[in-house]
Nanobody, 115 residues
Framework: QVQLVESGGGLVQPGGSLRLSCAAS????????MGWHRQAPGKQREWVAS???????AYANSVKGRFTISRDNARNTVYLQMNGLKPEDTAVYLC?????????WGQGTQVTVSS
């Protein structure tokens, strides 16, 4: 019912920036939470950031102060502005959409931070 398509990943040098986008389509409810997890090789999947339809945001400590999550409710799109990227930020970034405890996931976009 809900499809999520991420874009904006790529290769960037340490200290650089990227902006990820995630567009939701299908049976979208106006009240929801969207955000991002990431999965790095050999590590557990990590929650990164969330934003409610009302605009409330939350961040993992590892990205707080460097990443900013935002959304465009009219477009059902969530963004993740990533600044000051570090090699440890390298991961597949997965967009999620949550409604009444039910989660939907995108297939992910690769972010690689390397010199």
């Amino acid at each position: 019912q809900v499809q999520l398509v991420e874009s904006g990943g790529g290769l960037v040098q340490p200290g650089g920036s990227l902006r990820l986008s995630c567009a939701a389509s299908g049976s979208i409810f106006s009240i929801n939470t969207m955000g991002w997890h990431r999965q790095a090789p050999g590590k557990q999947r990590e929650w990164v950031a969330s934003i409610s339809s009302g605009g409330s945001t939350a961040y993992a400590n590892s990205v707080k102060g460097r990443f900013t999550i935002s959304r465009d409710n009219a477009r059902n799109t969530v963004y993740l502005q990533m600044n000051g990227l570090k090699p440890e930020d390298t991961a597949v970034y997965l967009c999620f959409y949550s409604r009444l405890g039910r989660d939907y996931w995108g297939q992910g976009t690769q972010v690689t931070v390397s010199s």
